[in-house]
């Protein structure tokens, strides 16, 4: 199938930051054997900024010590997985410069190591959520849980807050790549008028999987609060390897605070990678929508 004009903006790369750590060095790794599955390229960016250079000072290195671990890391994994890799070691802010980069290497995906909620680490940990709000592109947020043999479960929430176009969109292909089978997990609504609206947002979704032979299955949450828990919670039962949410920074939504909604999927304790993909225009010739109220 051609691309269309949307999808020409891209050019297959996997973008992986990384400082270096334990944590980001697994997101490295689960960003190449990503890529190998997608036949995608991998680029390998490291942000220098005040605490990259404080780093270094301690270390007594300059900054050709981060090529050097760069350069490491694109020979011993375009040896083991035959992939290509780029790598780049650019000046900037991890909040804007990530994002920045992204957009000008064109890249699809971006894989991120975070150290969790608690701390303040070298680079990333707690600014991953902050990577994550910025980014116009699709982020795999993974912490020390390596990659096995892709996504075999992957659990899609659903609720009226969030437009799911993009999301379907990437589960579509994820499933189709893993052969995987999709757990749509529902949001509860009292309301009749929001009850119809999530049905039928729901048979939108579901019409795209039968239309894609897209394995799948529909469970609604027990109770209308403590959404996140839930989903995390119904993960874990389903020894799920992904869970691919839509990110709305800075907009209230009805029963709970959407940021911290967010960053309690993104940091959970079993450690599930989790796609955060922000509402960015970029699926609409997928499918026809309704407008809802």
Not at 241 to 258: A, C, H, K, Q, Y
Request: net charge positive; charged share 25%; hydrophobic share 40%.
């Amino acid at each position: 199938m051609s691309k269309t004009p949307q999808e020409k903006k891209y050019n297959n790369i996997v973008l992986i930051p990384t400082d270096f750590s334990e944590v980001c060095g697994n997101a490295v790794s689960h960003g190449v054997k990503l890529a190998k599955f997608l036949g995608y390229k991998v680029f390998i960016l490291h942000i220098i900024n005040k605490e990259t250079k404080s780093e270094l000072k301690k270390k007594n290195v300059g900054t050709d010590y981060i090529d050097l671990r760069l350069k490491e890391y694109k020979k011993y994994y375009t040896k083991k997985y035959d992939v290509e890799i780029d790598t780049m070691a650019v000046e900037g802010s991890i909040f804007s410069t990530i994002s920045t980069v992204a957009r000008e290497i064109k890249a699809n995906l971006m894989v991120m190591g975070t150290h969790g909620k608690k701390g303040l680490q070298h680079v990333f940990g707690s600014y991953a959520m902050k990577v994550v709000e910025e980014s116009t592109v699709p982020v795999v947020v993974v912490q020390k849980r390596a990659f096995k043999s892709g996504y075999k479960n992957i659990v899609f929430p659903v609720s009226n807050d969030l437009e799911p176009r993009q999301a379907v969109h990437w589960a579509k292909l994820m499933a189709k790549l893993f052969k995987a089978k999709i757990h749509i997990y529902i949001s509860p609504e009292k309301d009749t008028a929001r009850r119809t609206s999530l049905a039928i947002i729901t048979k939108q979704i579901t019409t795209v999987f039968d239309a894609e032979e897209v394995s799948y299955s529909i469970v609604t949450a027990e109770k209308s609060s403590a959404f996140a828990e839930q989903i995390i919670s119904y993960s874990v039962i389903q020894h799920a390897d992904l869970i691919m949410i839509m990110t709305r920074p800075n907009i209230d939504v009805v029963g709970f605070s959407l940021s911290a909604w967010d960053e309690k999927l993104m940091f959970n304790e079993a450690q599930i990678p989790v796609m955060g993909i922000n509402p960015i225009e970029f699926g609409y010739h997928y499918y026809e929508w309704s407008m809802l109220a």
